[in-house]
């Protein structure tokens, strides 16, 4: 059939049909989405023999198996539908009690929303916040979900340095000399990636005590919580502020369990907050995962020694990167408290993309570049310890002598 297009409705016109190849127009949000660094290395890998990967973002331990048998008994029961949209109510009492019996804090089921993954929580608190005018303030580096999703929406990112030299610790006298009048809210990920840092109560509590004051939002990224070495204390939002007014937490069972895949994870705040958000959820996701939110209610109800048998299992492997970082050349290391990533400096000129780059070329190992979790940390390298004691020693066998031939 020959035909044509219509200008007005966008259909064919009979008898004349003459395809038109649609242009792509998409929303010039859309930019403020970077190409992304990681995919062009990962890619690079893929075409790669014996490549080994220190980029991983996800746990490489096993899910618990009385977590997987909950999914798989939810599906075997039909639990295939929709929940309510504020959860799986099974899900969000459990929540309540276990959040009640760590923070010894009051929660009712109306303070918490299940999203699909922190991500989504992520995604629900800034897109619903961000706007011209507002800024955000936002650790340099930190995730790369934040600075984008922001930016997307039109609010304005002011970016507070960490440093390996300081641990990567924050500074609490950095983050109030940041605010200002247009400061809307504080992005606080503890603990932190790319940089693994834990912040102390003090820190926690400081930054909180202003944001309070001021009317300053804190949206809290704590999907590491668990992932505390040393036995440090871990101070949560949810442990070290008053109330719930300018306050989310987020969290997910994606690290702690080893359930990256299966999407789930939550917003705790205020009830009025919270009932925003649900109205919200219901136009982006609808809701998470149901099986995976009954995979979830065993993870919380379950005995937790999975939890500090993964947690022994990942500091043994801090200790040893920590060492193996020490002995590379041109690295300033530090001792990440949590999470599994640890972020040192090169020289201050290096550009750690194109080192990355050239590593992976000519080694065959797979870092992350800095620049992919910030604009003021592209002379450092992300490198994840979700990998065995084994595999980071043969990847050091061919870093550091590979490091000790660069003439920076
Ligand atoms: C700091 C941080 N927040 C959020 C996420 C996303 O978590 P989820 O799998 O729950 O969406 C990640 C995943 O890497 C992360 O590192």
């Given at each position: 059939?020959?035909g044509?297009?219509?200008?007005?409705?966008?259909?064919a016109k009979?008898g004349?049909?003459?395809?038109r190849k649609?242009?792509?127009?998409?929303n010039p949000?859309?930019q403020?989405?970077?190409v992304?660094?990681i995919?062009?290395l990962?890619n690079?890998a893929?075409?790669?023999?014996?490549?080994?990967?220190?980029?991983i973002?996800?746990?490489?331990?096993?899910?618990?198996?009385?977590?997987?048998?909950?999914?798989?008994?939810?599906?075997?029961?039909g639990?295939t539908?929709?929940?309510?949209d504020?959860?799986?109510?099974?899900?969000?009492?459990?929540?309540?009690?276990?959040?009640?019996?760590?923070y010894?804090?009051k929660l009712t089921?109306?303070n918490?929303?299940?999203t699909s993954?922190?991500?989504?929580?992520?995604?629900l608190?800034?897109?619903?916040?961000?706007?011209?005018?507002?800024?955000?303030?936002?650790?340099?580096?930190?995730f790369?979900?934040?600075?984008?999703?922001?930016r997307?929406n039109?609010g304005?990112?002011?970016?507070?340095?960490?440093?390996?030299?300081n641990?990567?610790q924050?500074?609490?006298?950095?983050?109030?000399?940041?605010?200002?009048?247009?400061?809307?809210a504080?992005?606080?990920?503890?603990?932190?990636?790319?940089?693994?840092a834990?912040y102390?109560?003090?820190t926690?509590e400081?930054?909180?005590e202003?944001c309070?004051?001021r009317?300053?939002?804190?949206?809290?990224?704590?999907?590491?919580?668990?992932?505390?070495?040393?036995?440090?204390?871990?101070?949560?939002?949810?442990?070290?502020?008053?109330?719930?007014?300018?306050?989310?937490c987020?969290?997910?069972?994606?690290?702690?369990?080893?359930?990256a895949?299966l999407?789930?994870?939550?917003?705790?705040s205020s009830?009025?907050?919270?009932?925003?958000l649900?109205?919200?959820?219901?136009?982006?996701?609808?809701?998470?995962?149901?099986?995976s939110?009954?995979?979830g209610?065993?993870?919380?109800?379950?005995?937790?020694?999975?939890?500090q048998?993964?947690?022994?299992i990942?500091?043994?492997?801090?200790?040893r990167?920590?060492?193996?970082?020490?002995?590379?050349?041109?690295?300033?290391?530090?001792?990440?408290?949590?999470?599994?990533f640890?972020?040192?400096?090169l020289?201050?000129h290096?550009?750690?993309?194109?080192?990355?780059?050239?590593?992976?070329?000519?080694?065959?190992?797979?870092?992350v570049p800095g620049?992919?979790?910030?604009?003021?940390?592209?002379n450092?390298?992300?490198f994840?310890f979700?990998?065995?004691c084994e595999?980071?020693?043969e990847a050091?066998?061919?870093i550091i002598?590979?490091?000790a031939k660069?003439?920076?």
């Open positions: 059939m020959v044509s297009v219509s200008r007005e409705t966008g259909q009979p004349k049909v003459k395809y649609a242009k792509a127009s998409w949000a859309m403020a989405i970077p992304s660094g995919r062009r990962v690079m893929s075409t790669m023999k014996d490549v080994i990967h220190l980029s973002g996800q746990p490489d331990l096993p899910t618990p198996k009385h977590i997987i048998d909950a999914y798989i008994d939810a599906l075997n029961a639990q539908g929709y929940t309510m504020a959860g799986l109510p099974e899900l969000l009492v459990a929540l309540r009690d276990y959040y009640g019996r760590r010894n804090r089921r109306d918490i929303l299940i993954g922190a991500t989504e929580a992520m995604y608190a800034i897109s619903a916040t961000a706007a011209p005018g507002r800024q955000f303030i936002v650790t340099d580096p930190s790369l979900l934040y600075a984008p999703l922001i997307m039109g304005e990112v002011k970016f507070v340095r960490t440093r390996a030299e641990n990567h924050l500074d609490p006298d950095d983050v109030i000399r940041a605010m200002g009048s247009r400061t809307f504080l992005i606080l990920n503890n603990p932190n990636n790319p940089t693994g834990v102390p109560r003090s926690v400081t930054i909180l202003e309070a004051y009317g300053i939002q804190v949206y809290a990224d704590e999907v590491y919580d668990h992932l505390i070495f040393d036995d440090d204390d871990f101070a949560s939002v949810l442990n070290c502020s008053m109330d719930l007014d300018n306050i989310m987020i969290s997910s069972f994606s690290k702690t369990y080893s359930m895949g999407r789930v994870g939550w917003v705790i009830q009025a907050a919270i009932k925003s649900r109205r919200y959820h219901m136009f982006t996701t609808s809701v998470a995962n149901t099986p939110q009954f995979a209610v065993a993870a919380l109800t379950a005995d937790q020694q999975c939890v048998e993964m947690v022994g990942y500091q043994e492997r801090r200790d990167i920590v060492e193996l970082i020490e002995q590379t050349p041109y690295l300033t290391g530090y001792k990440p408290g949590g999470a599994f640890a972020f040192p400096d020289p201050p290096v550009d750690g993309s194109d080192l990355a780059l050239r590593m992976l070329k000519e080694t065959g190992v797979c870092v620049d992919a979790f910030g604009e003021d940390c592209t450092a390298l992300r994840s979700s990998t065995t595999r980071m020693e050091f066998d061919r002598p590979w490091m660069q003439q920076f």
